[in-house]
């Protein structure tokens, strides 16, 4: 094996080995070189334990920056994966949001012909109405109550009008204001009419009645055979009911109470089948997702 000899000892053995054949002179200025250069060699090993130390540290650092940029592709990683479901979810959410905003829409129409059908229906009530009071004289009038409820059009009429007392049979008086309510009712062929019978809670001594019940069924049932038979109502529109004394609208224990509550009501409504059709085009309302909160 070679073994490693350091410069100031060759330097030294060079100067040593000449000095005996150099003048003074010569050999100090040798001495000086020597000197230099043991200052040198010794500045250029304390730089190269300085770099090495440098280097040392940098390796120390770019092995650090190494594990920094392993974590950091550890968490974009991770938010990536995050990243990729919240774009699937959000994907879900707005089509969940679009069908919601369909049905919204398919609803506000389905309102807004609501809205337009009850309009219509009011606009033709109100006409119904007019036409009615205005076909009916002032002494009529006083034994004929027009209402317009809920879109329903109510023509009450007095039982002292209508029929003979404690009777079912219509009185000569009554036929000329049914035959002005009849032509009104001809003229809007798409409504239905019932005609329900009221009574009092005095109770009925006829031996062909047995209660008010029947009483209030029997004058309801006239009605409806006169408008029909007479005034040529079709009878397919006509319902005939009996409420007795179950439906009061005033006061019982007075006579003026009692004389409202006998009383026989045409309840003038659209048709049914027109309430069907609006129930058939509602709009259907579409399954609820099975996860809506994605967004």
């Known amino acids: 094996m070679i ?65 920094n940029n392993a974590g950091l592709r550890e968490a974009l990683a991770r938010l990536q994966g995050t990243l990729d ?13 679009s069908k919601l905003v369909d049905e919204i829409n398919a609803s506000n129409k389905y309102i807004q012909h609501l809205v337009n059908t009850k309009q219509k229906s009011d606009s033709l009530n109100m006409v119904l109405t007019n036409n009615l009071t205005r076909s009916l004289s002032r002494e009529e009038m ?40 009849a032509k009104i009712i001809q003229d809007y062929k798409d409504y239905e009419v019932l005609i329900e019978g009221n009574t009092d809670t005095d109770p009925i001594s006829k031996s062909n009645i047995r209660n008010n019940w029947d009483l209030s069924t029997l004058r309801a049932s006239s009605v409806v055979q006169a408008l029909q038979n007479q005034y040529g109502v079709d009878p397919k529109r006509l319902t005939a009911g009996g409420r007795g004394e179950y439906n009061p609208i005033a006061d019982n224990s007075t006579a003026e109470g009692k004389a409202r509550n006998r009383r026989t009501q ?30």
């Open 3 to 67: 073994k490693r000899i350091s410069v100031p000892l060759l330097l030294m053995s060079g100067i040593l080995i000449t000095s005996c054949g150099v003048s003074k002179k010569t050999h100090q200025a040798l001495q000086t070189q020597y000197t230099d250069l043991s200052e040198k060699y010794r500045q250029s090993e304390l730089d190269l334990t300085e770099s090495r130390a440098r280097v040392k540290s940098l390796e120390d650092q770019l092995e650090q920056e190494r594990k």
């Open 85 to 97: 479901n919240s774009i699937n979810q959000n994907t879900q959410g707005n089509v969940n949001i």
């Open 142 to 181: 006083q034994d004929v109550d027009v209402q317009v409820l809920k879109g329903v059009v109510y023509i009450s009429l007095s039982d002292n009008m209508l029929y003979k007392s404690g009777s079912y049979e219509i009185s000569d008086r009554a036929g000329e204001t049914l035959s002005k309510i």
């Open 266 to 295: 045409i309840i003038i409504t659209p048709k049914l089948d027109q309430f069907m059709e609006l129930i058939d085009k509602a709009p259907e309302t579409a399954e609820t997702p099975a996860d809506t909160t994605a967004f």
